[in-house]
Every structure is written in structure tokens, then in C-alpha cells.
């Protein structure tokens, strides 16, 4: 017997103790209508803008940021590889 089979007895007796809940069918009914309706019409909870609108900085200057800042640490890596091999 090893410390994680102790650990998983000890869990088991105290999940044993627990109570079983379980929700009304008519409210479980109430929640299925309403994802169901939420899913047609397709919302997800807030109203996204379509890329368009969005602004200079998230269309060209965000993208251009992430890839310079992945580009340094990726050379930054490189060249540490390179050092430790002695070049």
C-alpha cells in the first residue's frame, strides 16, 4: 500500500458521507428551455464587434506586438541553446 492509496481510501469514506442532490425535474426542465432558446438565437452572453470595427491597435499593431515579443523570446532561447553547445 503506497501514501496514494491511503489518500484515495480517505477520500472515498469521506465522499461516502456526502448526500445526493439532485435538482427538481421541473427546474431542470426550465434550465434545458433555456439553453435551448439561447442556443438558437446564437448569443453567447455579450455581443461581440466583427473584426472590422474593431480598432487600428487590435486589427494591425496587436498581432505585430505578439509576434515581435514570440520572436525575441524565441531568439533568446535559441541563443542560450547555442551557448550552452559552446557556439
Known sequence: MNP???????LAGVLS????VDVAPARAG???ERCRAALARG???RA???PA????WRRVLEP???AAVSAAFLL?????ALSLEGF
Open 43 to 45: 448569443t453567447t452572453g
Open 30 to 32: 426550465q434550465i434545458e
Open 76 to 80: 533568446e532561447v535559441v541563443g542560450r
Open 48 to 50: 461581440s464587434r466583427p
Open 64 to 66: 505585430a506586438l505578439v
Open 4 to 10: 496514494d492509496d491511503f489518500a484515495e481510501d480517505r
Open 17 to 20: 458521507t456526502l448526500r445526493v
Open 53 to 56: 470595427a474593431r480598432g487600428a
